[in-house]
């Protein structure tokens, strides 16, 4: 019976070795090869696999990162509350300075027709002769009616 050595083509490469490899070493290579191949199909499919399952498309974060995100969101919102009751302050502010200058460019106009029929009335009484120089009797043109109207009145 012929007995096959097993390490036949060990033997072809040690015979075809005409550079001075040595054996060892090209045993090396053909045992590190496949193991170098497999280890690198292994590392791109655990890749591939943890790609699909990454914090991106699962929630798996850290929880303080988690209440970070929440500390940030509601800050954001707050500012953003903040941000929209300022408007509505600024449009009111706007709305009552509207309203003041209104009323005071009225009670100007008020004041300068009062003040114009006040001239008439004196004028009519001086050319009637009612009143000498434009006085009127009683009144003094230096007082102040409006406050002399305002200032409170003592009982006695």
Do not use: C
Not at 59 to 87: C, F, V, Y
Not at 116 to 131: D, F, M, S, Y
């Amino acid at each position: 019976m012929d007995v096959v050595e097993p390490f036949l083509p060990l033997n072809l490469l040690a015979a075809a070795d005409s550079e001075g490899f040595t054996t060892p070493f090209l045993l090396a290579v053909l045992v590190m090869t496949p193991i170098l191949v497999m280890s690198t199909r292994r590392r791109l499919r655990k890749n591939r696999s943890n790609a699909h399952s990454s914090p991106r498309h699962r929630n798996t974060r850290s929880p303080d990162i988690q209440k970070r995100a929440e500390a940030i969101r509601t800050h954001n919102a707050a500012e953003t509350e903040a941000g929209a009751a300022m408007l509505e302050f600024q449009e009111y502010a706007r709305t009552i300075q509207a309203q003041i200058d209104n009323r005071y460019q009225k009670l100007e106009a008020a004041t300068a027709h009062a003040d114009r029929k006040i001239a008439e009335i004196r004028q009519l009484l001086t050319e009637t002769g009612l009143i000498a120089g434009g006085e009127a009797p009683g009144v003094d043109p230096n007082t102040d009616v409006w406050h002399s109207i305002a200032a409170p009145r003592t009982q006695g």
